[in-house]
Structures are given as C-alpha cells and as structure tokens.
C-alpha cells in the first residue's frame, strides 16, 4: 500500500474488556513496530516482529499485552481485560532494514478505557 | 546506556527565529540519528537523519549538528514558520532491531505567528 494503515482510529472501551488494534505495513516490509504513546509523551516500545524471527516483546507492559503478525505482513496487537491506564495511542511503523533505517508510521489508534 | 536525553520539552519562538533542540546518547554503538517531526493526530514522519560519519546534515531549513566525542546532536530550524508547530522526537538506532532504536521523549514546538 501507498503508507502504514491503521484500524480503528479511535477506539472506546469499557474497562475489563479486549480490544484488538490492526497494522497494515507497507507492501514489503520486513520489520514492524508497536509503539505506545501516552498523551504528551514519548514513544514507548512494545514490541519488533522482522522476518520470520522470533518477536522482540521486551518491552510489552504485562501478560495483558499480546501480538502477532500473520503471513509476515498484517499485525495485531491485542489488549486484554483493559485497564485505564492502557488509554494512550497505539502506533505502528514498518520498514525493511536491510534498505533502510527509517521507519515508517501510521497514524496511531486513539485507544480510551472508561 | 540506550537512553535518548531530548532538551528542551517545550519551546516557544516567533517566526523566523531559530529553534534549537538537543540530545544526548550513551551508547556509542549507535550509529543512525533520525529526527522525526509529528503534528497532532498523526503519526510522526522522518524529517531529517545523520550517521556520526558526518558532522552536519542540512536538508532545507532543518539542520542537524553532530558531535561524536561529547555524544550528542541538535536539530536547528533556521526561518521557522508556524507550520513547523509540532513535536520533534530525536531517536538514535544501532542494527534497526527492536529495542535497539530508541526515541527520546519528544520537544514540543510552537512557532508564534
């Protein structure tokens, strides 16, 4: 595709619920990225898949937190049994390391926990 | 040692000065300096990179200063304009794998009219 996409863009949930947030990597990435980024904040890593390697998921938050990236191309984060201070924006960003370092974002989903 | 220091976190300038952002880095195994520009609701997007081969990278107004012995680089935007309001992240990366490219906590800009 043209860019990174994202699904949804906003997402409003009750706490104790799932919610499943999707990434779709440019066309031929090998890398992908997860990030959080609280309001006003920094961005906080969560998670690398690249290739067909095992995932980094050193930085996902607790066992709540979980990934996968299906036929090396679209990706989904899910949260379990949401908690409010899971709120924040979710980004994603692809590239492929062996053309270049740049990553390439999308437009993030909005995730707020009532 | 993979933290990103990013100074100031915020910065108020007329249009036409010359902001100035700053970071620092411990590992001396990095060797990609990216700086990303985000605006509100959007995701951020490259703006400029520098590897520590070179001491200066200029692409249009923006220009990034790179000192490798005290470890640190700036991002300069010289005629600034509103448009440029945004927040700027500094991220330095070794490999591009996982937690081996680190953002710093982002400067948020706002250029006066």
């Known amino acids: 595709g043209a860019g990174v996409s994202q699904s949804p863009s906003n997402k409003v949930t009750e706490k104790g619920k799932d919610v499943e947030l999707r990434c779709d990597p440019i066309s031929g990435h090998t890398a992908l990225y997860w990030y959080r980024q609280s309001l006003g904040q920094g961005l906080e890593f969560l998670i690398y898949f690249q290739g067909n390697s095992a995932p980094d998921k050193s930085g996902l938050p607790s066992d709540r937190f979980s990934a996968e990236r299906t036929g090396g191309s679209v990706s989904t984060l899910t949260i379990q049994r949401t908690q409010q201070e899971d709120s924040a924006v979710y980004l994603c960003?692809?590239?492929?390391?062996?053309?270049?370092?740049?990553?390439?974002f999308g437009p993030g989903t909005r995730l707020t926990v009532l | 040692q993979q933290q990103v220091k990013q100074s100031p976190q915020s910065l108020i300038v007329q249009k036409g000065g010359i902001p100035i952002i700053n970071c620092a880095y411990e590992n001396t195994a990095f060797d990609y300096f990216p700086w990303y520009q985000q605006f509100p609701g959007k995701g951020p997007a490259l703006l400029i990179a520098?590897?520590?081969?070179?001491s200066e990278k200029k692409e249009g107004r923006f220009t990034i200063s790179f000192n490798k012995s005290a470890k640190q680089f700036s991002l300069h935007i010289m005629d600034s304009q509103p448009g440029d309001s945004a927040t700027y992240f500094c991220a330095a990366s070794f490999g591009n794998y996982g937690q081996n490219f680190v953002f710093g906590p982002g400067t948020r800009l706002s250029v006066l009219p």
């Open positions: 520098i590897r520590p081969d070179v």
């Open positions: 960003a692809s590239n492929s390391p062996d053309l270049t370092d740049t990553q390439y």
